[in-house]
Nanobody, 116 residues
Framework: QVQLVESGGDLVQPGGSLRLSCAASGFSFSSSAMGWVRQAPGKGLEWVSSIGSGGLSTSYADSVKGRFTISRDNAKNTLYLQMNSLKSDDTAVYYC???WGMGQRGGQGTQVTVSS
């Protein structure tokens, strides 16, 4: 079964940085597009970023473009999201997902809180 374990969330000040990780198992990670989605308090799920199976193709939501970078290590079955210049609007639970776009979630998510 698909298992996705997110980590790296924390409380950070505006302008700060965080790196999220997602450990994947139960499917062929290296053959799968992957991505990140988030859910802010009281709001619906929002797609954040996607990356192709080989890591060459990436896409970002306008709200994070230029600040976030998605990457992957297929040897470690791990997906990453480097988040810089964080804003209060980035406060959310972040989930990794299998597939392009909203994808299939399989974990509990990791909380990112941006606040002074």
């Amino acid at each position: 079964q698909v298992q996705l374990v997110e980590s790296g969330g924390d409380l950070v000040q505006p302008g700060g940085s965080l790196r999220l990780s997602c450990a994947a198992s139960g499917f062929s990670f290296s053959s799968s597009a992957m991505g990140w989605v988030r859910q802010a308090p009281g709001k619906g799920l929002e797609w954040v970023s996607s990356i192709g199976s080989g890591g060459l193709s990436t896409s970002y939501a306008d709200s994070v473009k230029g600040r976030f970078t998605i990457s992957r290590d297929n040897a470690k079955n791990t997906l990453y999201l480097q988040m810089n210049s964080l804003k209060s609007d980035d406060t959310a639970v972040y989930y990794c997902a299998r597939g392009w776009g909203m994808g299939q979630r399989g974990g509990q998510g990791t909380q990112v809180t941006v606040s002074s």
